[in-house]
């Protein structure tokens, strides 16, 4: 029996992300923008999630592809009476300037063999499924009304195909464009075309200026250009998913919204896009940041909304079947609320190549000082107490390992910015706050067992721990560093090198599936110690876990490979970059853009 695997893969322009099934059907689309209701949403609903399918009736085959070094998706669909093609993609080029990003999913459809016959369907809904939009005929358009704004199909079909449900001859090519709020008044063909070369130009030209290593560069390719679509330009804000509520395993209720921008998740994604050479997304990020800084007076949040908003409270919707009737589904996410103390740390480590990096343009405007010592203030209020953690329990609270270790890191970038802008006394400051952190780290150590808990006090190991070596904390070298990576391994670890989070029960019990990038920070650690063998074995394990375009899901079941959690994550293709960039630094053949303390350098 196959596994259980997404069967989809993503397009996008920076403003949105649409899934486009191996059945053509477009099954998550959110208007006009991430965290908007979907306008189709058959993923969580397939009675009200509304579809735009291009199929036959009966049986057929599908494969699909991505055009190589593209976000843009080629389904080709097969049957007993004809072959056809699907190629979809979201415009994006530079155009006046600036970035050519609208509202505006383009479907081009190509006779490739036969006579093949298709029942094109298109039914958006709103307010998360629970109305259909109003249908209203244009001469050579279909006019959707009831949403928060208009939509428009533009097509050379015959627009009776849409209203009367029959199967459609395709003899030539057609072309359909979907837009919200503004309606494409242009040649259609020609319009088509022009967007679509200039789209695969623009895909084409932003990867040949990365720096990737040939070591699985192909991987890496694809994994960076999923990235990159999960950053909404407008602002800069990451999400950590376009996805709400894909369970982390069956029955679980651990179905949770990820359209939102989290600190941490943005810093690892920064990180790994800087390290093939990618600047521009971390520009836009700390115009983000520097907006978050200017309106919070108190606590940061672990999570914003993509336009910086703070209550992101969260709600089930209960007319929604669920993803294979998984419930509940929710909109939202609690762990707005949460207390989350190494934030401060990640924000510092994101922003630091402004300072430091000398292919910037210097930006110590006179606020500088001001900003960093807010920072600052903010780690020496928080270091000595208790938080939620990287894992955001719900119901408990501790001294976290991870999060002392970012308040180190964090404290070191700081002090790397204070030396830069002259500010001898945030200096001092910043030296005090390593010294603080790290004895909260050591208070962690468990000398029987050579290895450092999740949190001060506690039996329990965690994955999150790793980075005690991948951040250098560890000489990566030392004995303590082996040692700890050994009982990790040791305990978390399954056979064919996927890693659990942790073991313990937590606010929903014991979780029952690994989470990826906890996988891939394993890789990382590996490399960090030496053993690049097992990391390089490990790693070749660990693709595999991919769907049939190389995007990987948030969660894999130990036990038979599935897919589960929201999907594509963008903590797991941040891990295989960083795991594949670790072990080319021990082979020999990256260009270096991070230190070995992890740091942007």
């Given amino acids: 029996m196959d596994r259980h695997t997404y069967q989809s893969g993503i397009i996008g322009n920076c403003a949105y992300i649409a899934h486009v099934q191996k059945n053509t059907n477009i099954s998550w689309l959110c208007w006009p923008s991430f965290d908007s209701s979907f306008v189709f949403g058959s993923k969580l609903d397939k009675e009200k999630g509304g579809e735009f399918s291009i199929l036959p009736d009966g049986e057929f085959t599908s494969e699909q592809r991505y055009l190589p070094n593209t976000n843009i998706i080629e389904t080709t669909i097969s049957n007993k009476e004809g072959v056809y093609k699907v190629t979809d993609f979201a415009p994006r080029f530079n155009q006046y300037d600036r970035y050519f990003k609208p509202l505006m999913l383009i479907r081009k459809v190509e006779r490739v063999s036969g006579e093949p016959r298709v029942r094109m369907r298109c039914y958006p809904v709103t307010d998360y499924g629970r109305t259909g939009q109003g249908r209203h005929r244009g001469s050579n358009h279909v006019e959707f009304t009831g949403g928060t704004d208009k939509m428009r199909l533009t097509t050379n079909v015959p627009i009776s195909h849409f209203f009367e449900e029959g199967t459609?001859?395709?003899?030539?090519?057609?072309?359909?464009?979907?837009?919200?709020?503004?309606?494409?008044?242009?040649?259609?063909?020609?319009?088509?075309?022009?967007?679509?070369?200039?789209?695969?130009?623009?895909?084409?030209?932003?990867?040949?200026?990365t720096t990737i290593s040939p070591f699985y560069q192909d991987v890496v390719i694809r994994s960076a250009l999923a990235l990159k679509l999960h950053q909404y330009e407008d602002t800069g804000a990451f999400i950590a998913a376009s996805t709400s509520s894909l369970p982390e395993s069956p029955g679980s209720g651990r179905n949770w919204d990820y359209r939102y921008c989290w600190i941490r998740d943005s810093y690892y994604v920064l990180a790994s896009l800087?390290?093939?050479?990618?600047?521009e997304e971390m520009e836009h990020y700390s115009e983000f940041i520097a907006n978050i800084s200017a309106n919070e007076t108190g606590r940061y949040q672990p999570l914003y909304s993509i336009t910086g908003k703070k209550e992101l409270i969260e709600e089930e919707l209960s007319h929604l079947a669920g993803y294979e009737g998984n419930k509940p589904v929710r909109l939202g996410n609690q762990a707005y609320e949460h207390i989350q103390n190494d934030v401060y740390g990640q924000v510092l480590l994101s922003i630091l190549p402004l300072y430091t990096d000398s292919r910037f343009v210097a930006k110590e405007q006179s606020h500088s000082s001001k900003w960093l010592e807010m920072i600052i203030e903010k780690i020496e209020?928080?270091?000595?107490?208790?938080?939620?953690?990287?894992?955001?329990?719900?119901?408990?609270?501790?001294?976290?390992?991870?999060?002392?270790l970012f308040q180190w890191a964090g404290a070191k970038a700081a002090l790397r910015i204070a030396k830069k802008i002259g500010a001898p006394s945030l200096e001092n400051r910043a030296k005090a706050l390593i010294d603080r952190a790290a004895q909260h780290i050591e208070d962690c150590y468990d000398p029987e067992r050579k290895v450092y808990t999740h949190a001060v006090g506690s039996k329990h190991l965690d994955a999150s721990t790793l980075q005690l070596i991948i951040m250098n904390y560890l000489d990566p070298n030392s004995e303590r560093a082996r040692d700890h990576l050994t009982a990790l391994e040791r305990e978390l670890r399954t056979e064919n090198g996927l890693f659990y989070r942790y073991l313990h029960a937590d606010d929903f019990g014991k979780p029952k599936s690994t989470f990826l990038i906890c996988a891939f920070w394993y890789v990382e650690a590996l490399a960090c110690v030496g053993r690049t063998k097992d990391a390089i074995d490990t790693l070749e394990n660990l693709l595999p876990y991919a769907n049939h375009l190389s995007l990987f899901s948030e969660d894999i079941d130990a036990t038979n490979g599935d897919q589960w959690g929201n999907f594509p994550q963008a903590y797991s293709h941040v891990g295989l970059v960083n795991a594949v960039y670790r072990i080319s630094a021990k082979l020999g053949t990256p260009r270096f853009l991070i230190d070995e303390e992890g740091y942007f350098s």
């Fill in 274 to 279: 800087l390290r093939i050479g990618q600047f």
């Fill in 381 to 404: 209020q928080t270091i000595d107490e208790k938080d939620a953690g990287i894992w955001e329990f719900r119901n408990f609270a501790n001294f976290h390992c991870y999060t002392n």
């Fill in 168 to 209: 459609y001859v395709l003899h030539d090519t057609k072309y359909l464009i979907l837009t919200y709020g503004e309606p494409m008044e242009a040649p259609l063909e020609k319009t088509v075309e022009v967007f679509l070369r200039q789209t695969i130009n623009y895909w084409r030209t932003w990867i040949k200026h």
